[in-house]
């Protein structure tokens, strides 16, 4: 059974850093695309960075030059690296799984991050 | 960026109501068109993709169509279970991009 299970959130300080992990279990990482994916306070769904079975990384130019994506593949863990953190940050963070027409199959829970002073 | 223009943003319909939501893409997607569920609190739910294929698990009164580049998500017979917000996602080109959502209330 595919698992994703989201960690890291919290509240952080205007300009600050955080990162987020998203443990995979029931399938490995390197097989599959895989993405984050953002949805602020009663707003809808942005997809935010995705990072392919090969390697490459792409990102929505909202948070492209202070997100990184990257993979453990050891470990079988998602992570998103967040830098120069501003308010409108402040969203639950999903990771999720790809399948064939890099439709988003499988989602992790969420975790919230509260970018406030 | 593909922009999705999604409509209408809200609805109110009864149990039994057949109801049809519409998603059109800025530019020619192919079929890299999917819809999702998503109910308060939770994690969004994959219920069709590429534009008419019906995710496992996923009851058959849901179906999708495409004309052009107009995706349409019908729900046939709306059960309570089905009152939700629903979302329509390109993934033919990065940036993936996502509709702005449809709630669909109870009247």
């Known amino acids: 059974e595919v698992q994703l299970l989201e960690s890291g959130g919290g509240l952080v300080q205007p300009g600050g850093s955080l990162r987020l992990s998203c443990a995979a279990s029931?399938?490995?990482?390197?097989?599959?695309?895989m993405s984050w994916v953002r949805q602020a306070p009663g707003k809808g769904l942005e997809w935010v960075s995705g990072?392919?079975?090969?390697?490459?990384?792409s990102y929505a130019d909202s948070v492209k030059g202070r997100f990184t994506i990257s993979r453990d593949n050891s470990n079988n863990t998602l992570y998103v690296q967040m830098s120069s953190l501003r308010a409108e940050d402040t969203a639950v963070y999903y990771c999720a799984k790809s399948s064939g027409h890099y439709e988003l199959d499988n989602w992790g829970q969420g975790t919230l991050v509260t970018v406030s002073s | 960026d593909i922009q999705m223009t999604q409509s209408p943003s809200s609805l109110s319909a009864s149990v039994g109501d057949r109801l049809t939501i519409t998603c059109r893409a800025s530019?020619?997607?192919?079929?890299?068109l999917n819809w999702y569920q998503q109910k308060p609190g939770k994690a969004p739910k994959l219920l069709i993709h590429a534009a008419s294929n019906l995710q496992g698990g996923v009851p058959s009164r849901f179906s999708g169509s495409v004309s052009g580049t107009v995706f349409t998500l019908t729900i046939a017979g709306l059960q309570p279970d089905d009152f939700a917000t629903y979302f329509c996602q390109q993934t033919y080109r990065t940036p993936l991009t996502f509709g702005q959502g449809t709630k669909v209330e109870i009247k």
């Open positions: 990072i392919g079975g090969g390697g490459s990384t």
């Open positions: 029931g399938f490995t990482l390197t097989n599959y695309a």
């Open positions: 530019q020619d997607i192919d079929t890299y």
